[in-house]
């Protein structure tokens, strides 16, 4: 058996190999001290430019009425006319030329006079008219439900539709007697600006232009106006006011014009005052006695 042979290292060679010397650990660093916690205190509000306020303030309305408005249009179409008004235009009424009024069945209608041809007709819907009245351009129209309403005669809206009645007023109770004694004499003229509404209970003048209650004369106790029984007499309006027992015939009529009751020293029942038309007046049936 072979041995191998050993190989021997002089000690001298050992001497001159560099000795290892193990590496220092590298140094850790240091975390700084942290500083102790302080409350911030409260934040301040978030403060917006004054124009961005302003806007979020006014955008909710905004976005809402352009929301509501074909809404708001569309209830506007379908809701029924007041008094239930309608006015139908035929043709374009001439500011120069008067028409002549007439009652037809449910409407009060004006119309040409020179080729009676129709211009406008005016309806309630489920009335009809009682009687009309030409005054100040306007026709003045009686209906069975005691409502009286004015319409300009000249109007110059277009074909196809129109505005309704200018005003509408409404006779207190006075329905079923229209219905039992019918329209006579109710509607009287009292001048150009002044409308005499009579009825047994009251006379009642409206200014003509709006239709403005300007006073009213009820009846005396135990006495009624008889509406037909009225007469003119230069600027007065004679009304009959039988009474169940008097023996005085002046007592049972009344004058009135466009003041109100012609008595001696009379107040104006309208605020008015006395003028070169309307002096002082007395009796107008008879001398004072």
């Known amino acids: 058996m072979a041995v191998p042979p050993i190989q021997v290292t002089a000690p001298d060679t050992l001497a001159r190999r560099p000795q290892h010397t193990p590496a220092e650990p590298a140094p850790i660093p240091r975390t700084p001290p942290r500083a102790p916690h302080r409350d911030p205190g409260p934040r301040a509000p978030h403060q917006d430019p004054a124009p961005h306020r302003a806007l979020r303030r006014v955008l909710p309305a905004v976005l809402a009425l352009l929301l509501a408005a074909p809404l708001l249009a569309a209830a506007h179409r379908v809701r029924p006319a007041p008094y239930g008004d309608h006015l139908t235009v035929h043709a374009r009424v001439e500011h120069d030329r008067r028409p002549a009024l007439r009652r037809t069945g449910i409407t009060v209608e004006a119309y040409d006079q020179a080729t009676g041809r129709p211009l406008w007709a005016y309806a309630r819907k489920g009335r009809h008219p009682l009687d009309v009245l030409h005054a100040r351009g306007d026709a003045i129209a009686l209906w069975d439900d ?138 107008v049936v008879a001398r004072p006695r």
């Open 146 to 283: 005691g409502l009286v309403t004015a319409t300009a005669t000249a109007t110059a809206t277009e074909p196809g539709g129109g505005s309704a009645a200018r005003w509408h007023r409404a006779l207190p109770g006075a329905a079923p007697w229209l219905a039992a004694h019918g329209r006579a004499g109710v509607l009287r003229s009292l001048g150009p600006r002044m409308l005499a509404v009579v009825t047994p209970r009251r006379i009642a003048a409206y200014r003509i232009a709006d239709g403005d209650l300007r006073w009213v004369l009820p009846a005396r106790l135990g006495c009624a106006f008889a509406p037909a029984r009225a007469v003119r007499h230069h600027r007065a309006l004679l009304i009959a006011q039988p009474c169940a027992a008097t023996d005085n015939w002046t007592g049972e009529i009344i004058a009135v014009d466009d003041l109100g009751r012609i008595t001696p020293d009379r107040t104006p029942l309208g605020n008015e005052r006395h003028s070169a038309e309307h002096p002082h007046i007395g009796k």
